[in-house]
């Protein structure tokens, strides 16, 4: 058994490396675009079955970031960004915690010569690429958003406070430490979720190889709970950044 920090290469696509890590996002990507056509198509005016489920469960989230947000249209316009983040989050959790973890993969000999395996299943969000990626593009938006509901001087105004304003000179260093919290957020977002799915994955992958019988179940099962966990974290922080951002400073 060898444990990589860093995603493992499975093979070459072109001059693309295609890592076990962007297999698993790739598959989960294609699966919920399919699931998701899938259930538009048999949407019906007059819902039955599944569909009151689904719709019950959409309205408790959009009434959930509601309460976020204080501000139903905001919470209706905001919902596909965050639930996407939400359900690919969690699937991409969950799939790397399917059987086959850390034992099913390519042979491969490591630079000591001992033969290792490269598994097939590694959770998305255990690669660091990734989550430093997700993070980028969340902070970008949460920016964009709050340049678009206050202006551009208006969100400067957040953070470049000039010196003899009352209190004086307090709120330019309360200015300056609110940016550097905005490039902090990027951290924050990615190694929370890299840190806390990664260590799953190595606990698994070490309690199956030491007792591979009953004994991993129960941390299997937690492990399925911290992948929700975590996915509902990085969605509800989301919502929350967005409705700080479109906040202004004087409030």
Known sequence: MEISIAAEKLFMLGALPVTNALLIGAIVSVLLILLTQKVLASWKEVPHGVQNLLEA??????????????????????????????????????????????????AHENAAGHATIIPFLRSTSADLNFTLGLSLAVVLMIQITGIMALGIRGYAAKFLIAPWHKPYGLGTIMGLLELVSEFAKILSFAFRLFGNVFAGEILLTVMLHLVPYFVPLPFLALEVFVGFIQAAVFAMLTAVFLKMATVPAEH
Not at 57 to 63: E, K, L, M, T, Y
Not at 67 to 81: C, H, Y
Not at 91 to 96: I, P
């Open 57 to 106: 469960a959409v309205d408790g989230v959009v009434s959930l970031l509601e309460g976020i947000m204080q501000d139903r249209a905001m919470a209706r316009k905001f919902f596909p960004l965050i639930a996407t983040i939400f359900l690919f989050i969690l699937f991409s959790n969950w799939a790397g915690l399917l059987p086959g973890l850390g034992t099913v993969g390519l």
